[in-house]
């Protein structure tokens, strides 16, 4: 079971009081794209082996949704921050959008 | 000492003085204090304990803890049964009754059986035609041998804690106390959690000194110096079951088991949760047997279980020992048998030349050391009666003699230390091959800190050094400062290198020899693993499921290396190659009870209630689970069923005046100078220009524009909204508007409340509702024209302020009070009083299920489920295009697949005989005549179907492809049943289709 820290409430917690709300950093595209374009933002999401950028939610404290980027082998977290922050996406090596 | 004819005068930790009874298989023997379930056993002479799981084959005991594979007993009788308990571990008490769990195994399948029974049985079986299986399932199942579930209730009480800590060492022997003691020193915070009543691990049977004292007294010291510590907490007893992410563990203590029931008295056992900042695992190492030919005979035992119970327990398990050893470490049981005044007949070492000091000195004992030797094959019938013995090629894989036989009745082995891995691999983490151990040792991870036999240490001065150092980098790790400690002197004996050998060849091949066990839970061969790897299963992963190798409840904890040496060598390749498998949680076996704590019962899930829950259990309400609420379904009168009960509170609620408890429907408070545009963005409608005090339908979509959730939104205020949204998704919706508002869209100032609980909810419905309500409210016109259909109003219903909305999930007149919720029962049982005299009814949720579907309402989670647009649910009215910013899931109802004109639309149906109620997800065909034939295209799906009391006949919601093009045919649902449906496809609103009901 993870222990996570949110970023808002800087206390170690256990998973139990958070939620997985999906991969992070996902650009909501101008509504003007392909259909293609369009589908690719819905459905694909990216499943590495290794470090993966994800957002939680407090559910059970502050209620906000933060970043974390996690270890999807080894289950470490590398690094927690605030919604809306971009630089820490660079340890994954995929360019800000 | 009557009746133990195998007890030692003298040693061990038992106490001689007051022998103690018990019960196995229903013979009585004696005890004693001290004893666990397998030494009193052995005490007494029984050797056989369990017959095999697939050959009945007799069976005793092998080890002497955790690793035992074959006395699973099941202890106690009734509610209070517990099977699947090792014998090794349980502990004696006086009165224990215990039972062999295999008691009813296979025995009419004698060892020939072995030859149809091979290796891939169960997925050959499989393959054969299914009815062969039947057979076999009732054969298997009978004979499975893992004891019967308790019958009752359990009586006993079961706790749950959790604990945070700086250190947890997991194991209390050598390395695990001095961990214990280093970090206890620097001031972390520790748990020391150990399996056995007693802590010191292997020391408690061993003979030798540390620090110059006997092993014994020096773990009283170092127990007594940790009880010093206030934030040590010792658990003994207790096993850590479960290693899991970021140092999270299970430890299951076993209070009370050691005694009779107390029957909630007392916990008989606690879970502990306990997360700890760094972990040290010093969980030991488990002995590993050798494979040869009959095995599995009772009286072939582990040299360290040998050696177990002759120094802790006293008893000498047989007179004559035969030892065959692959290291030096197995000369100990030579000489502690010696010892104890028995005979040593002969020690067959498979290595060429072993004189390191304990070999010398079983030689200096006088001891017959038989070197390049092995035990081939151990011969008798139901117990061990010699071994033969031939000697081996340097390799150890081929014989250089003819076995000669050697007469004895007890055949200890020892192949070499497996290190207790299972915790650390638990959480994925791979163990690794030590070609210097011999053996898998953990692999590394973060937070963890290995100690002792785990790492594949063999001496105890080792292991009190590792533990130390372990000891005092997991405190540093915590944030601790530790000191320097001197290193631990022991007198025990250098040990030499070992042979790394995990089968002695037979004379025979492998496929033809007796069979040699690599597991003797699941009773899996040498031969069957050859087997697994001739046929093509290459894979660790792939032959374990293919023999069953390592699926008992014993995990494999002896068989899996050896069965992982037979794969590699059979496949040509290195150990390390191979690999190991993973293992999982738990360790050993652990309660259901201890798993559920006190979560069990009222408490096993918590429920909602309104505030007039006990208003409506008084009226004897039927209740409908609706998420976690509690939910008045209908209100039964004597002798009505719930049709009938249903179709009373329809007619009333159309013809007269009823009221439900709407309280459940989840409550968003919406405040914020961007409120309206936080909603118009959200809604697939428009909120921007809604009225303070008008309501609004709205449908949510995710952003792949399906249909979510909907509700009626209110506008309280220029700056504050009402977001109501269906009872089951409260808590989503409240999540999916943070999700945009946070993530999407943070520069929108906009705040949200969950209110459900704050507010309670009566709807007040029928021709009659306005008069009734009028009776007890005064401040507010209920006029049609002053307060018109979606309106708001504020004012007093029986003296207490209300918000009243006159909305309508049921088509009639409605006016929804909401109140607070600490004033709602007054409210409530204010407005029956004023209703009496026109007959005003409770009504529940089968009602309104039926009250709406007679309007074509849908219900989300009902007559959808995640795949519907509006357009397929015919709410165009809802969705407004062409708004600034568009809406949530706008672009994805853009897609073409979106724009099929077969998609599934709702329709109405009307059963062409109108009492018969169509079976909610009753299949819709296209062509009842080609049914025969098993094939028929699916055209749809029926989503709601009642009996409508108000239209006397039975009506249905449906999902029909191409739907609306479709009204005025004629369907068909085949039910299960074997009958045959038809129904006509109609317009989904049965009354009232303009709305002048509830528009009254």
Redesign the interface.
């Known amino acids: 079971m993870l222990l996570l820290q949110c970023p808002h409430c800087l206390e170690a917690r256990s998973e139990e009081e958070f939620d997985y709300a999906g991969e992070a950093h996902i650009q909501r595209p101008a509504t003007d794209v392909s259909d293609a374009e369009w589908a690719d933002y819905l459905y694909f999401r990216s499943n590495p082996q290794g470090r993966h950028c994800e957002m939680w939610v407090h559910t059970a404290g502050c209620r906000r949704y933060f970043n974390v980027v996690r270890d999807t082998v080894s289950y470490d977290v590398l690094a927690v921050y605030p919604i809306g922050e971009r630089e820490r996406e660079s340890l994954v090596g995929k360019p800000p959008p | 000492m009557t009746g133990q004819p195998r007890r030692l005068p003298v040693g061990g930790r038992v106490d001689r003085t007051s022998p103690i009874s018990f019960t196995f298989d229903g013979r009585t023997y004696q005890g004693l204090r001290g004893d666990t379930l397998a030494s009193a056993l052995l005490a007494n002479g029984v050797y056989v304990v369990a017959r095999s799981f697939k050959f009945g084959r007799p069976r005793g005991v092998v080890g002497s803890g955790a690793e035992e594979p074959n006395a699973i007993v099941q202890l106690g009788t009734g509610a209070d049964a517990l099977p699947n308990q090792r014998a090794t571990q349980v502990e004696l008490y006086d009165g224990l009754v215990g039972a062999s769990s295999a008691a009813h195994g296979l025995r009419g399948l004698i060892d020939a059986a072995r030859r149809v029974l091979p290796a891939g049985f169960y997925y050959k079986m499989l393959m054969a035609p299914p009815i062969l299986w039947r057979f076999w399932e009732q054969v298997l199942r009978r004979g499975a041998g893992l004891g019967t579930v308790p019958q009752g209730a359990d009586p006993d009480r079961y706790d749950k804690l959790n604990r945070h800590c700086d250190v947890m060492v997991v194991g209390a022997g050598a390395a695990g106390l001095a961990a214990a003691l280093v970090a206890a020193r620097s001031g972390a915070r520790v748990v020391v959690a150990d399996e056995q009543d007693a802590f010191g691990g292997s020391l408690l049977a061993s003979a030798l000194h540390i620090d110059n004292r006997p092993a014994a007294e020096w773990v009283v010291d170092a127990v007594s110096e940790l009880r010093t510590f206030e934030d040590v907490v010792m658990l003994p007893r207790s096993t850590v079951v479960g290693l ?5 563990l299970t430890v299951l203590e076993r209070c009370a088991d050691h005694g009779p029931s107390t029957s909630g008295a007392a916990a008989r056992e606690r879970l502990h949760r306990v ?1 700890a900042k760094e972990v040290v695992l010093a969980a030991g190492a488990i002995e590993r047997p050798l494979v040869f030919a009959n095995n599995d005979l009772p009286g072939v035992m582990l040299a360290s279980a040998v050696s177990c119970y002759v120094n802790r327990y006293g008893v000498a398990p047989g007179e004559r020992l035969v030892l065959a050893t692959t290291n030096d470490a197995g000369y100990r049981t030579a000489l502690d048998w010696q010892r104890a005044g028995r005979e040593v007949v002969a020690v067959a070492d498979s290595r060429a030349d072993p004189s390191g000091a304990l070999p010398r000195a079983a030689r200096d004992a006088g001891i017959r050391v038989l070197r390049s030797h092995g035990v081939v094959e151990a011969v008798g019938h139901a117990h061990v009666r010699a071994a033969r013995v031939a000697s081996l090629n340097t390799a150890g894989d081929a014989l250089t003699s003819t076995a000669r036989r050697i007469n004895c009745d007890l055949i200890a082995c020892s192949g070499g230390w497996n290190p207790a891995v299972h915790l650390s691999s638990q ?2 983490t791979r163990p690794v091959w030590s070609d210097e151990a011999v053996g898998f040792v953990a692999g590394q ?2 937070g963890l800190h290995c100690a002792g036999a785990v790492t594949g240490a063999a001496t105890v001065a080792e292991c009190l050094g590792q533990g130390a150092a372990a000891g005092a980098s997991a405190a540093r790790a915590a944030g601790f400062a530790t000191d320097e400690t001197e290193p631990l002197a022991t007198d025990e004996a250098p040990l030499d290198a070992q042979q790394a050998l995990f089968v002695i060849p037979h004379s025979r091949r492998t496929s033809r020899a007796p069979p040699q066990f690599v597991d003797l839970q699941l009773d899996v061969t040498a031969a069957d693993i050859e087997l697994a790897a001739r046929e093509g299963y290459e894979s660790v992963e792939h032959a374990k499921r293919y023999t069953a190798l390592g699926f008992g409840t014993d995990q494999g904890k002896l068989g899996n290396v050896n069965g992982i040496a037979i794969l590699a060598s059979a496949l040509g390749r290195e150990i390390g190659e191979v690999g190991t498998t993973m293992f999982r949680p738990a360790y050993t076996p652990a309660t259901f009870g201890a798993i559920a704590g006190r979560d069990v019962g009222d408490l096993f899930d918590p429920e909602r209630h309104t505030p007039m829950h006990v208003w409506h259990e008084a009226q004897g309400a039927v209740w409908e689970d609706v998420g976690r609420w509690k939910r008045p379904r209908y209100y039964p009168k004597p002798g009505e069923d719930m049709d009938a009960a249903v179709a009373r509170e329809c007619i009333v609620a159309r013809t007269g005046v009823a009221m439900m408890d709407a309280s459940t429907l989840g409550k968003i408070d919406v405040q914020g100078p961007d409120a309206a545009r936080f909603l118009d963005r959200i809604y697939a409608g428009g909120f921007l220009r809604l009225g303070v005090g008008r309501c609004r339908y709205g449908v949510m979509l995710k ?2 524009g399906m249909i979510f959730d909907d509700g009626v939104t209110v506008r309280l205020d220029d700056e504050r909204y009402l977001v109501h949204t269906t009872t089951g998704n409260a808590e989503a919706v409240l ?1 999916w508007l ?2 945009w508002r ?3 869209w ?1 520069d929108l100032d906009v705040y949200l409340t969950s209110v459900t609980d704050h507010w309670a909810t009566m709807a007040v419905v029928g021709p009659k509702a306005r008069e009734v309500l009028g009776r007890v409210c005064s401040d507010i016109d209920l006029g049609a024209d002053a307060f018109p259909f979606m309106a708001c109003r504020e004012g007093h219903v029986a003296g207490v302020r209300a918000r009243v909305l006159r909305i309508s999930f049921s088509g009639e007149l409605s006016f929804e009070v909401n109140v607070a919720a600490g004033q709602a029962v007054a409210v409530w049982e204010a407005l029956m009083a004023a209703g009496s005299a026109d007959g005003i009814t409770p009504y529940g949720t089968e009602t309104m299920h039926v009250l709406r579907a007679e309007k074509g309402y849908i219900i989300v989670g009902q007559d959808t489920d995640g795949s519907m647009t509006p357009h397929d649910m015919g709410l165009d009215w809802a969705v407004r295009h062409g708004k600034r910013h ?1 809406f949530v899931g ?3 109802l ?3 697949d979106y724009q099929r004109a077969d998609r599934l639309q709702l329709v109405g149906l009307r059963t062409v005989e109108p009492a018969t109620v169509i079976p909610e997800g009753a299949q819709i065909v296209a062509d009842v005549y080609r049914m025969r034939s098993g094939r028929v295209p699916m055209r749809g799906f029926v989503t709601s179907g009642y009996y409508s009391a108000t239209l006397k006949r039975s009506i249905a919601l449906a999902m029909l492809k191409g739907g609306r093009g479709r009204l005025g045919e004629t369907v068909h649902c085949p039910l299960d049943n074997g009958n045959v449906l038809a129904a006509e496809v109609v317009d989904p609103v049965f009354y009232d289709p303009d709305g002048e009901r509830q528009n009254a």
């Open positions: 899991y992410d970021h140092n999270f997360r959480t994925g991870r973060r952003d792949d999540a943070e999700l946070q993530t999407e943070p568009g706008e672009r994805s853009a897609l073409a």
